[in-house]
């Protein structure tokens, strides 16, 4: 391919043989083909690697071998060897639908610096729908006003992201920890100027037994990147404007600390305390009010 491409698709890949050719076969076969893929082989050592071989002559397809130093650092580096105006990032164990990419060129006629689109849930023989509200062009602020209320907000590979603004920001995945989509995709929606939401599910999100997000052997790290990424947020989000954002920490971290198990919840219990999430909590309707006074109450905090 000589002509710059107006999408790159970033696919890390690390030991996903049994979902890989489901991942790639949905992107070579889309509807649009105005594209370019980056996929970083991040050290597989099953039958991966196998698998990509099988693409190597697909002239849309550049395939960079690295040794294993994790997602965020996979997904930096087909940043840097992506040429279009648009990234997207794709999971290699999920998959898009074939007419994703001809349904967001329809959506970039006023070169917005993000596109959110909707995702399927996929576990194992039953499909999850989510739907949203969609919305036309805004700020990165009122956007996030709106997008707050639903589920998988931080979720990368949901947002179609103009490469300039992405440059101009100086945006990268922080290397080594876990929920690393947690720590950049709100700081993404807040410096954005213009982005809008589409009524369409172009993502289907697959759930697999043996992935980094149900290892419960993983539960402390996970747990104390949450709270330095929380931290940081505190920091980057100080302004009055951002509140929404800080609400959106503290909520998700609060679901993260009771998704723990009790010898855990013990551990963390008093810095959770210290580190004031529980002052960041939204209440704003009635129902929000109630579990801040729960959660007050489980942390033994006064009303």
Known sequence: MNKKPLFSIIVPVYNTEKYLKKCLESIVNQTFD??????VNDGSTDG??????QYK???????VKEKNQGLS?????GVDKSSGNYLLF?????YIELNLLEELYKNIVDEPDIVRYQLRVIDKDTNYDYYEHAFDITDGIMAFNMLEQYKYIDVAPLYLINKTFYRNNNFEFKKNIYHEDF???PKIISKAKKIKSINFIGYNYVIRNNSIMSDRSKEIKKFE???EIYKNSKDY?????YKEFMHFYSSSLMCKYFSLNKEIKKKYKEKVKYLGILNYLDTSTFKRKLKKIYYLFKFEVGI
């Open 183 to 185: 720590d950049l995709i």
């Open 90 to 94: 794709i999971d290699s164990d999920d």
């Open 57 to 63: 002559q697909n002239e849309r397809i550049k395939i």
């Open 73 to 77: 650092v996979a997904r930096n580096t």
């Open 48 to 53: 991966s690697e196998k698998i990509l071989e």
């Open 34 to 39: 105005d594209y370019e893929v980056i996929i």
């Open 237 to 241: 989000f100080q302004e009055k404007k």
């Open 225 to 227: 990147d949450c709270l």
